[in-house]
């Protein structure tokens, strides 16, 4: 009778196996699914976002026209708010080169101990949002949060430019 019972608590556990494994399975990949849902971003949930957008000057646009690292940056801005996050995947070399150079070829004009924080805001906000944007576990109201913070740092850079540019052209008559 041993050996009738280990054949049946054999194949009993071989069932229970089987069947655990296989819903273990099916619960993966729904989890992944839903996460994936989760964390779609698209154009519609960017533009709710509620923030003060700051363009460039005419004087900014002309004074910065050959910043290439800027017109980068600035497509890259264009693609999030797309919802395009895709610029972020596997891409760390790429966005630590980009970011190397942006602080390295400031123009003249606009090279300033305050131009150069707001950089390095967007820069500590650009490493966020790619981080971010890689978990799997961020959820998407997380991910918007951290656009809005990258959108915000952007928008500040531009603003600060503007204003270096319109102080720098102001001229003072001393009585």
């Given amino acids: 009778m041993k050996p009738m019972h280990n054949k049946i608590l054999f194949v009993i556990?071989?069932?229970?196996?089987c069947f655990s494994c296989k819903k273990t399975?099916?619960?993966t990949s729904a989890d992944a699914t839903e996460q994936s849902i989760r964390?779609?971003?698209?154009?519609?949930?960017i533009s709710k976002?509620?923030?003060v957008?700051?363009?460039?000057?005419l004087k900014t646009e002309d004074t910065i026209e050959d910043w290439v690292e800027y017109s980068q940056l600035q497509d890259l801005i264009t693609d999030v708010k797309k919802g395009?996050?895709?610029f972020f995947n596997d891409n760390k070399t790429v966005i630590k080169l980009l970011l190397k150079e942006l602080k390295s070829n400031i123009p003249e004009q606009v090279n300033s101990a305050s131009i150069t924080a707001r950089i390095l805001v967007l820069e500590t906000k650009l490493y966020k949002l790619e981080s971010l944007s890689n978990l799997s576990t961020t959820s998407k109201e997380e991910l918007i949060a951290v656009i809005k913070e990258f959108l915000v740092s952007f928008s500040n850079l531009n603003m600060q430019m503007n204003k270096k540019i319109?102080?720098?052209s102001r001229s003072i008559e001393k009585p």
């Fill in 39 to 45: 964390q779609e971003i698209t154009e519609k949930d």
């Fill in 13 to 17: 556990s071989l069932f229970i196996l």
């Fill in 53 to 57: 957008e700051y363009a460039l000057d």
């Fill in 166 to 168: 319109e102080f720098d």
């Fill in 84 to 86: 395009d996050l895709s």
């Fill in 49 to 51: 976002i509620k923030y």
């Fill in 25 to 27: 399975q099916e619960n």
